[in-house]
């Protein structure tokens, strides 16, 4: 039986061991650093290196790395022995401080955006020390940042590091306004749920769209999906629960706090949740995680799909961000308290996040956009494009309270009584919860769920960060210029209400009344990855990050750039791949079927004149007529594929043909495959179908 204290964070170079293995005054420098982001001597490097080697050879590892996350949503190593040769020919174990502190791959070679030529290749990885080191696979991984020889930054981690400290340095300037001294650090904390699907391995390996483009590029419906909602919170099949405990151990052993796991809503679809942590190690946690899951699924004979819509007509998978704000001294800036409404600095703080949210929809928009999560958004298993905030009745009300100057009361709580003697009553919450908002408070927090599952958390905690930072920066500057601290705080809260109070939607964000109300709003509605893309580089974009020194604008256009490229690979991935599965098999597959039918026929007309054979010439007719359609739309598919290939200078209008053109052409040929696939015989039909994958496990 396993014993989760014994083996959490066994396979992590933690706090713990740093004090066991390093001298007192190396701990305290290195803490310096960690904590006050003190500079560290080669020195104080080395020792930490030194010590860092001894741990992980003791734990098993040969090698190190740097682990760091390039513009690709995945994680990227490079992978060096300890050994150095000796002078008898033998070989010492070594691992010096220049070693820990940086790296260099080859910054050519990763989405830059234009910002290196293939023939500059020097780029460099840079030790992170916030996020401790960890051991996967008989390496010792080093958790750092990625930047080009110029210094510009070529991953998600640089700009969140950058974030966090705005929002600190921001967010401390209103605390002291209130009066708390003891305070010295703010930090942004994250909890990043995240959903996917397990399927069988040998089944999901005879398909190659799931192969290639991690979704089905077909399929027709089951006769059973999530109707029933029998698979949510449903019991764990064994070969899942299987997986899922493996899992729970790799992750703790690396430091990983997983804590819930369930069935999800559709079939075969499942979710870890784990305990918050803060921004930027929880955005490693959940590389790593996305990275095990994949791992551990292939040992069980399973795949994780970590795809945003692996299956047409049952929910898709998101990841749900939930983000806050704490003092180093426990303090949750976002908790409302008992009497939210005396509560002046929470107050304050729920009134810059609406603000910012208001203010910088499009960019939260942008921030979770993909040629993947463009299929969920939207469709009644995922908020809408439209980014709106839920903050409950009993907020509304106090800010509605602030706005027109009117008394407000606070409410007795209640007592949920079952009806059952048996079961004890319970205090009811204030305000119910809302999951179609894309942006929801839930307590003590902010939960953003428009991510798509297989994204990096890094981006939209990049966005949070900066956007509240701004608002509490001009919070503090007015208040801190103030001669009526009071008057002038009042007037903030009033201001913001009325000016911001547009985003506040308790309601239903699946219904159509919502989207013509949203519109009436003035609220944006980028429903696609290339309509928002480019609203990153708005002046007011550019003027925010540049301000903060998130970003450079040279650093905005180029990820703007590779964006908007990746999004036009991906889809001329998915068209490839339906091309050759249209030709290759499914036309082949459907003509043998449809010659079997009419040598049926025609030999029991042979047999017996009389013999009824009008199911098999109807049969042949519809899938004759079937099949060419679906050659007509495979060529028209190919001529559109190679007329994209063409636009080579402008992205944006290479990404905008592929969606209308592209994507529509292959979403035509799909319909037409579903319904070949309906009324053609399983033993014909050259791949397994949604019932085989949904439901074999």
């Not at 919170?233 to 706090?257: N, Y």
């Not at 796991?261 to 995680?289: V, Y």
Request: charged residues 30%; aromatic residues 10%; proline residues 4%.
């Amino acid at each position: 039986m396993t014993n989760v204290t014994e083996i959490f964070g066994s396979l992590v170079f933690n706090d713990t061991v740093m004090k066991e293995r390093l001298p007192g005054e190396t701990y305290q420098k290195l803490r310096s650093t960690i904590d006050d982001g003190e500079p560290m001597s080669l020195e104080t490097a080395n020792i930490v290196a030194n010590a860092m080697k001894d741990w992980a050879i003791e734990k098993g590892a040969t090698h190190y790395t740097h682990w760091f996350q390039p513009m690709t949503d995945i994680t990227a190593e490079k992978h060096d022995s300890f050994i150095s040769p000796a002078a008898d020919g033998q070989v010492i174990m070594e691992f010096s401080g220049k070693e820990l502190i940086k790296g260099e791959p080859d910054a050519s070679s990763f989405p830059n955006g234009g910002l290196r030529a293939t023939f500059e290749a020097r780029g460099y990885t840079a030790w992170d020390p916030s996020s401790y080191a960890f051991i996967k696979d008989g390496s010792l991984c080093i958790p750092t940042a990625f930047c080009s020889y110029g210094g510009e930054a070529l991953d998600k981690k640089t700009p969140l590091l950058r974030s966090m400290e705005v929002i600190d340095r921001e967010a401390l300037r209103i605390l002291r306004l209130f009066g708390n001294t003891t305070s010295q650090k703010v930090i942004s904390t994250v909890g990043a749920e995240q959903e996917y699907f397990l399927v069988d391995k040998d089944t999901h390996d005879l398909r190659k769209d799931l192969i290639f483009t991690g979704r089905t590029l077909f399929g027709a419906k089951p006769p059973k999906g999530q109707e029933l909602d029998d698979h949510y919170f449903g019991q764990i099949k064994p070969r899942v629960s299987a997986f899922m405990k493996e899992l729970d151990e790799e992750l703790w052993m690396r430091g990983v706090l997983a804590k819930t796991k369930h069935n999800e809503a559709a079939p075969a679809q499942h979710e870890l949740a784990p305990i918050f942590s803060t921004a930027n190690i929880a955005i490693d946690h959940n590389q790593l995680t996305m990275e095990l899951m994949k791992k551990i699924a292939a040992k069980h004979n399973l795949v994780c799909l970590l795809h945003e819509k692996p299956f047409e007509g049952v929910n898709g998978s998101g990841k749900h961000n939930n983000w806050s704000l704490t003092t180093d001294d426990g303090i949750n800036l976002l908790k409302p308290g008992k009497t939210p409404y005396d509560n002046l600095q929470f107050i304050l703080f729920l009134c810059a996040v609406v603000k910012a949210v208001d203010e910088y929809q499009d960019l939260l928009r942008i921030s979770i956009s993909s040629a993947g999560n463009d299929h969920r958004l939207g469709g009644n298993e995922a908020p809408p494009a439209i980014v709106s905030m839920f903050i409950g009745e009993q907020l509304e009300a106090i800010l509605e309270a602030y706005e027109h100057d009117d008394a407000y009361s606070e409410t007795k709580k209640e007592k949920m009584e079952i009806g059952a003697h048996v079961i004890p009553s319970f205090t009811k919450d204030k305000t119910d919860r809302n999951r179609t908002s894309p942006f929801a408070f839930t307590g003590n927090k902010f939960e953003f769920r428009m991510l798509g599952s297989s994204a990096s958390v890094a981006e939209p905690n990049v966005v949070l960060n900066t956007i509240v930072a701004e608002e509490l920066r001009q919070f503090a500057d007015e208040l801190e210029a103030a001669d009526n601290f009071d008057k002038t705080l009042h007037t903030i809260i009033q201001k913001t209400v009325k000016d911001h109070k547009r985003i506040i939607f308790n309601g239903n964000n699946y219904s159509d009344e919502w989207v013509a109300e949203a519109e009436r709003r003035g609220l944006s509605n980028y429903t696609t990855t290339p309509e928002a893309l480019p609203h990153f580089v708005d002046k007011k974009n550019i003027d925010l990050y540049t301000k903060h020194g998130i970003y450079t604008e040279t650093e905005m256009h180029s990820r703007c750039e590779i964006l908007l490229e990746n999004y036009g690979k991906i889809i001329n991935i998915e068209a490839r791949t339906l091309l050759e599965m249209i030709r290759k098999d499914i036309i082949p597959a459907v003509c043998a079927y449809t010659k079997e039918l009419s040598d049926t026929a025609m030999s029991k007309r042979a047999f017996c004149s009389g013999f009824n054979v009008e199911v098999e010439f109807e049969l042949v007719e519809e899938l004759s007529e079937l099949t060419y359609e679906l050659n007509e739309k495979s060529k028209e598919l190919a001529k559109s594929r190679k007329e994209a290939k063409l636009i080579v200078d402008d992205m944006e209008e290479k990404a905008v043909f592929y969606r209308d053109k592209v994507l529509a052409a292959m979403d035509d040929a799909r319909k037409i495959i579903d319904r070949m696939e309906a009324i053609t015989s399983h033993e014909f039909w050259p791949y397994p179908t949604y019932s085989e994958l949904l439901f074999n496990v």
